[in-house]
């Protein structure tokens, strides 16, 4: 790379002087973004875990609507919840992003922060309109009225208490808080991005002389004709459109059939069943996405969580023409594996859609998927038994140099060890994280 002023930098061809004798490679930039999302209820670990190989494989049938993005996932698999203490739910959401057992005080909740919190700490408290965004869909239907289920744990210093922070439920709320003063004919950042495409030279400085002078007359002319033909294609951009910026306001939809205080009045008889609440959830939970998205993308915020429900998940699903509620076919009307598949296999197609929208972002020459690091997870790993042993994890991005495109396998390795790898990815550099008895160290083989 010839690097200019600021973050500019221009790629090189292949010159002699690169050769085997310069062989220093240069450390990934820290991931930017993150993202946790939860979904309900583990998984069917036989119809989620791939086949092949580390670099070869084959999706399982619950992971197969993700083989359009498969180059851009990290499947994790094998890895233990140790530090999760406590009701078989509740200390299941706790550990997931916080690697530490549930308290049973009443003032505290679990005894450290969420990673989500940790990062947002570095990248996004007081740079951005907001340290973190959390938001949940269909949040609060069982008896616990979602008083169970935050996963999102504030306090980044070593002292109690940690409190957990409820997620916004509201999507037309959340709508106007984060975009309601966004004029999308404001913002002159399209134009500008496009002078930045026009004039990249300009930004090089002194660098192409410098460089220019230590070369060979091969290499010389070889990046002379390099350099052309880049200008040539800035000036090709004069004649085209202007593009629009990767900062604009999601489309809105009409959520008005959809309550998203349903169930969370622990006096109201029908606070677990709303069937107008229910069908609406797709469209809510497609909205909910659209705003995460673009709410990094605007840099609103750097950090964002996503929960597809409660712990309890006492929703129907209408729309996969299933008549009883998620945790009916979890265990309360016994163990259901084909209707828990169906299930599983369509949060798997809401992640998708959720990883090609953020690919689909232009942050300057690269994706906002590529500056990120997706985190997808639950709180058990197997629905009949609340078993929390080879839990069902996905990465996905570039943030960091994480290296997609492959599924790692580890030995019931604590899931502590990744949450500091995590971390890790983010510049933090630290070995454990959360319960120290249940950290081993960061995983090998992530970048």
């Known amino acids: 790379m010839l690097r200019g002023a600021g973050a500019i930098a221009v790629a ?19 991931a930017r973004r993150f993202l946790a999302v939860y979904t309900p209820g583990g998984t069917l670990i036989d119809r989620w875990r791939p086949t092949g190989t580390e670099t070869s494989f084959t999706l399982g049938p619950i992971l197969a609507p993700l083989a359009p993005v498969q180059d851009r996932l990290l499947v994790v698999d094998g890895l233990d919840m140790k530090s999760a203490r406590g009701e078989q739910h509740q200390c299941g959401i706790i550990a997931w992003l916080t690697g530490t057992d549930q308290m049973t005080t009443s003032t505290g909740y679990a005894r450290g922060p969420s990673i989500d919190q940790v990062i947002a700490s570095r990248i996004s408290a007081g740079q951005m309109a907001k340290a973190s965004v959390q938001v949940a869909v269909r949040w609060g239907t069982g008896k616990s009225h979602g008083l169970m289920s935050p996963m999102n744990i504030a306090n980044f210093e070593d002292t109690a208490p940690h409190s957990p922070i409820p997620p916004r439920l509201d999507p037309v709320e959340i709508f106007t808080e984060l975009f309601g003063t966004l004029d999308p004919g404001a913002s002159n950042d399209a134009a500008l991005r496009l002078a930045r495409k026009r004039s990249i030279l300009d930004y090089l400085d002194r660098r192409y002389a410098g460089l220019s002078a230590r070369l060979g007359a091969a290499d010389r002319q070889k990046l002379d004709q390099h350099l052309t033909k880049i200008r040539e294609i800035e ?32 006096d109201d008889p029908g606070s677990i069943v709303d069937s107008s609440t229910d069908a609406a959830i797709p469209k809510v939970g497609k909205l909910m996405t659209d705003m995460l998205v673009m709410a990094l993308a605007c840099d609103i915020t750097a950090v964002g969580t996503l929960q597809w429900s409660d712990t309890e998940a006492k929703h129907t699903l209408p729309w996969l023409n299933l008549t009883e509620h998620h945790h009916f076919y979890q265990e309360m009307g016994g163990f259901r594996p084909a209707e828990c598949e169906l299930i599983y296999t369509w949060y798997s197609e809401q992640h998708l859609y959720l990883l090609q929208e953020m690919d689909k972002v232009d942050m300057g020459g690269h994706s906002l998927l590529d500056e990120s690091v997706v985190f997808f997870g639950s709180e058990i790993s197997d629905p009949p038994t609340h078993a929390k042993k080879d839990m069902p994890f996905l990465l996905a991005g570039g943030g960091g140099g994480l290296r997609t495109g492959r599924w790692v396998r580890y030995p019931s390795l604590p899931h502590n060890n990744l949450l500091v790898s995590i971390l890790n990815l983010f510049g933090d550099t630290r070995t454990t994280f959360g319960s120290r008895e249940y950290c081993t160290g960061p995983l090998t083989n992530l970048t």
């Open 12 to 30: 090189l061809p292949w010159l002699e002087i690169m050769g085997p004798e310069r062989p220093a490679h240069a450390q990934p930039a820290p």
């Open 235 to 266: 000036q090709g951009l004069g004649s085209a459109p202007a593009t629009t910026s990767a900062c604009r306001a999601p489309m809105r939809v009409d959520t008005s059939d959809y309550n998203p205080s349903a169930g969370l009045d622990a």
